[in-house]
């Protein structure tokens, strides 16, 4: 099992910057990449961006391409999202997810809320 656990969120105004941070523990040592999806109320849940363990190669959504960066820590088994020049429509809960395979979504984390507003 992999735990992980979100923080960074928060409220923003439309052009601001945020960064989410996901520390991992547990059997991280089956991890092939971590990620980011995110829900917005009313919506399904959607793919943001997800980055290769040992590789480091990034994949993101077209809807966050030039804006968002994914990286990572692997001395700290972190991941991090920052999210630049935000958007009323990034509003949403925001989760971590590790896993065996691209995009990520063995394991969840329990969400961050992101609140863009205009």
């Known amino acids: 099992q992999v735990q992980l656990v979100e923080s960074g969120g928060g409220l923003v105004q439309a052009g601001g910057s945020l960064r989410l941070s996901c520390a991992a523990s547990?059997?991280?040592?089956?991890?092939?990449?971590m990620g980011w999806f995110r829900q917005a109320p009313g919506k399904e849940r959607e793919f943001v961006a997800a980055?290769?363990?040992?590789?480091?190669?990034?994949y993101y959504a077209d809807s966050v391409k030039g804006r968002f960066t994914i990286s990572k820590s692997s001395a700290k088994n972190t991941v991090y999202l920052q999210m630049d020049s935000l958007k009323p429509e990034d509003t949403a809960v925001y989760y971590c997810?590790?896993?065996?395979?691209?995009?990520?979504?063995?394991?969840w984390g329990q969400g961050t809320q992101v609140t863009v507003s205009a």
């Open positions: 997810t590790a896993g065996g395979r691209l995009p990520p979504n063995d394991y």
């Open positions: 547990g059997r991280t040592f089956r991890t092939y990449a």
């Open positions: 980055i290769h363990w040992t590789g480091g190669n990034q």
